[in-house]
């Protein structure tokens, strides 16, 4: 089953406003990974979130994560319109000696000029 | 320069054809990775090679079978090619990390820009 929901599925927003994705996982995490899909492009790394840590700051991006609740939040402030792809929450997970990544379905998001 | 390139960009095909997609990253990483992105965006992991050596399998069936020939490079052969195998494969190398206290820690995973397989 899937380790990381995001939600909501899809965001459409104006350029200029604030732009905030939600994860949720189900087991316990060594750390937690955003990543970002352009439209027909491979994924590209944002930030990593460490299981001790609460929250991460990159240029325009915040994330937290909240272990009592398995849950992470990234906020993209002042969104512009190259912004808009999908952007998927990874964790680890698997036996040791054998981790993976597991992703969610992503959230598309949107931003309108 | 290009980090984890992959070839063919787009395969066309027939049921029943044999396939293989390859990969090559210039990281100098010791893990390199298969996924399968389906037409809804979920992408799953297929295998893993850690320095030449699977490492995981992910139920995937016995006609895609992957090839480590040397750390830099994982290829992707798949016989018997089904309507079902049409997706976008990526694949992914990293730099994994085993810290002190003997847990182990992911780093970022780059990807390569995919290949669109379509399965007629």
């Known amino acids: 089953s899937q380790q990381g929901e995001e939600d909501p599925q899809a965001l459409s927003i104006q350029e200029g406003e604030n732009a905030t994705m939600n994860c949720s996982y189900k087991?316990?995490?060594?750390?937690l990974q955003w990543y970002r899909q352009n439209s027909g492009r491979g994924l590209v790394h944002l930030i990593l979130i460490r299981s001790n840590e609460r929250e991460k700051h990159s240029g325009r991006l915040r994330v937290t994560l909240d272990t009592s609740k398995k849950s992470s939040s990234l906020l993209i402030t002042a969104s512009r319109a190259a912004d808009t792809a999908s952007y998927f929450c990874a964790t680890d997970a698997g036996e040791w000696g054998a981790q993976k990544l597991v992703f969610g379905q992503g959230t598309r998001l949107t931003i309108n000029p | 320069d290009t980090a984890v390139s992959q070839t063919p960009k787009y395969l066309v095909t027939q049921m029943g054809n044999d396939k293989s997609i390859k990969c090559e990253q210039n990281?100098?990483?010791?893990?390199m990775y298969w996924y399968k992105q389906d037409s809804k965006k979920f992408l799953k992991i297929m295998f893993s090679?850690?320095?030449?050596?699977?490492?995981i399998n992910e139920t995937v069936p016995n006609r895609f079978s992957p090839k480590s020939p040397d750390k830099a490079h994982l290829n992707l052969h798949i016989n018997s090619l089904e309507l079902g195998d049409s997706a976008v494969y990526f694949c992914?190398?990293?730099?994994?990390?085993?810290?002190?206290?003997?847990?182990?820690?992911?780093?970022?995973?780059?990807f390569g820009p995919g290949t669109r397989l379509t399965v007629l």
């Open positions: 990281l100098g990483h010791d893990t």
């Open positions: 090679y850690n320095n030449k050596e699977l490492i």
């Open positions: 087991t316990s995490i060594n750390n």
């Open positions: 992914a190398s990293s730099q994994d990390l085993f810290t002190s206290g003997g847990s182990f820690s992911y780093n970022e995973q780059f």
